[in-house]
């Protein structure tokens, strides 16, 4: 039985909407969005629970870079969601960091 390819896997991305973070294992940052107003960038992520940590990385090629006021604004109000295809549930335990040009930065 031949393997069926797809164009794009599911791996880890998030976006920005409305001064929240939503996470997910998706195709495209697009199956995050709720509603069309609001997007503030996006990106992709690396999860350790075992860590407790949560990095953010990279720039979302349709929506663009994260926001970080914005950014900085959900992790401070702990404004921090899954998708339903993503079974990752944080608590206020978790470091959340993000990695720029300069180097990483932790948001909390």
């Known amino acids: 039985m031949?393997?069926?390819k797809t164009t794009h896997n599911i791996v880890p991305k998030y976006i920005i909407q409305n001064n929240r973070?939503?996470?997910g294992k998706v195709a495209y940052h697009k199956d995050l969005i709720t509603g069309k107003i609001g997007v503030q960038g996006g990106g992709m992520?690396?999860?350790n629970?075992?860590?407790a940590t949560l990095l953010l990385y990279g720039d979302s090629?349709?929506?663009g870079p994260p926001d970080m006021?914005?950014?900085k604004k959900a992790v401070k109000n702990w404004k921090i969601y899954t998708n339903k295809s993503c079974k990752v549930l944080l608590d206020d335990k978790f470091t959340i960091?993000?990695?720029t040009r300069?180097?990483?930065i932790t948001l909390n």
């Open 69 to 71: 006021d914005a950014l």
């Open 97 to 99: 960091s993000i990695k």
């Open 2 to 4: 031949p393997i069926k």
């Open 102 to 104: 300069d180097g990483i």
């Open 61 to 63: 090629y349709k929506l």
């Open 45 to 47: 992520f690396i999860i």
């Open 21 to 23: 973070v939503v996470i």
């Open 49 to 51: 629970h075992k860590e």
